[in-house]
């Protein structure tokens, strides 16, 4: 098959690689970071602007009705750039629940436009993770019990503030109470959504993942271009160039495997959960190595606040652990592996 993505597809990825080229250079979310809610009202709206809130949201209710596979490349920038917004979680996760709630046409007339706009943002608490990301700012709380799913307004819930390793990611724990008023989904469909949440969720945590391997390749190699030893570069020496070679080969092999994962997403392959696990265990050892080589070819001085690359790797380590951590993910994988009537190599990837 002819596994491409076509010209409009790379024309919109690099049109938000442009952006956020100029809009989001670490200076500038080193200031957002400092900031009391830790987001930026002006950055919003100019993703808004660029289309990204809209690309999931149907033509019907103001958006542009793209798929997964338009959004892993998507994806990845937001993660090259490490935004710190919880941008997914609306424009995306949040929009597949709506779109895809089973009778609850009122609150995708309300809801979708708005998303769309990029007037609202939206918090998404499941089972899976804890502490819900942003629920501090969140116009509307999106939250599972016992398989059932709940709408709350700000009001309704209690937050308790929740300290994380990346200094973007603003998370709480939710108190709440359900109630038949605040009830939206029956849990019959309440699991199969979360399911189906899970699996764009992690697909969204791989591809940043992936972006921000190479971020921090790219900022490992501009360090050892710079910085001498013995009157030489040290990314002269063979042990560095070993070491940052390692890591875009990690990339490269984990690439095809993000891909086939998006489209198997969009095209609602049975098979979907088991390739987006073997994606983020794929993107989540290429960030984890890029992290770990980097550091090393900045001499360790990038755990420090001053080095760009602290904001990266303390982006990779939150990100590898939601939405399903290593074990989570390893044991789909294997469990799909070990089924009695597996279909496994080269020629059933795409079957």
């Known amino acids: 098959m002819d596994f491409t993505f076509d010209d409009q597809q790379i024309a919109f990825r690099d049109a938000v690689r442009k952006f956020l080229m100029v809009e989001a250079a670490p200076e500038m979310l080193r200031e957002i970071w400092e900031t009391e809610s830790g987001r930026s009202r002006e950055l919003r709206s100019k993703l808004a602007d660029?289309?990204?809130?809209?690309?999931?949201?149907?033509?019907?209710?103001?958006?542009?009705?793209l798929n997964?596979?338009?959004?892993?490349?998507?994806?990845?920038?937001?993660?090259?750039?490490a935004i710190p917004d919880s941008l997914s979680d609306t424009a995306y996760l949040a929009v597949?629940?709506?779109?895809?709630?089973?009778?609850?046409?009122?609150?995708k007339r309300e809801w979708l436009p708005k998303i769309a706009a990029g007037s609202v943002r939206v918090a998404l608490g499941h089972p899976i993770n804890p502490f819900v990301c942003d629920a501090h700012l969140a116009d509307l709380l999106l939250l599972w019990h016992d398989n059932e799913i709940h709408a709350l307004k700000p009001a309704q819930v209690e937050l308790v503030a929740h300290t994380s390793i990346d200094l973007s990611r603003r998370l709480y724990e939710v108190k709440w109470t359900p109630s038949p008023q605040s009830y939206i989904c029956p849990a019959r469909n309440g699991r199969d959504l979360g399911n189906a949440i899970i699996d764009r969720a992690t697909l969204a945590n791989a591809a940043q993942l992936l972006g921000l391997a190479q971020r921090?390749?790219?900022?490992?190699?501009?360090?050892?271009?710079?910085?001498?030893?013995?009157?030489?570069?040290?990314?002269?020496?063979?042990?560095?160039?070993?070491?940052?070679?390692?890591?875009?080969?990690k990339i490269e092999f984990a690439k095809p495997v993000l891909f086939r994962a998006a489209h198997a997403l969009a095209h609602n392959k049975p098979c979907a959960s088991v390739m987006v696990s073997h994606a983020k265990l794929a993107a989540g050892e290429a960030a984890r190595l890029s992290a770990r080589n980097s550091l090393q070819a900045h001499g360790a001085m990038g755990y420090t606040w001053e080095a760009d690359l602290q904001m990266f790797?303390?982006?990779?380590?939150?990100?590898?652990?939601?939405?399903?951590?290593?074990?989570?993910?390893k044991r789909r994988v294997a469990d799909a592996i070990v089924a009695e009537g597996a279909q496994l190599g080269p020629g059933e990837t795409f079957n």
């Open 50 to 65: 660029q289309g990204i809130t809209a690309m999931s949201v149907p033509e019907a209710f103001g958006g542009i009705g």
């Open 68 to 81: 997964d596979l338009d959004w892993v490349l998507v994806q990845q920038e937001l993660g090259y750039y």
């Open 96 to 107: 597949h629940l709506l779109n895809h709630m089973p009778a609850d046409v009122a609150l």
């Open 216 to 249: 921090m390749l790219d900022l490992g190699i501009d360090h050892a271009a710079q910085r001498k030893q013995f009157g030489k570069p040290v990314g002269s020496f063979q042990a560095v160039k070993h070491q940052l070679a390692d890591v875009a080969v």
């Open 313 to 329: 790797v303390k982006r990779a380590w939150a990100l590898d652990a939601s939405w399903g951590d290593l074990t989570f993910h």
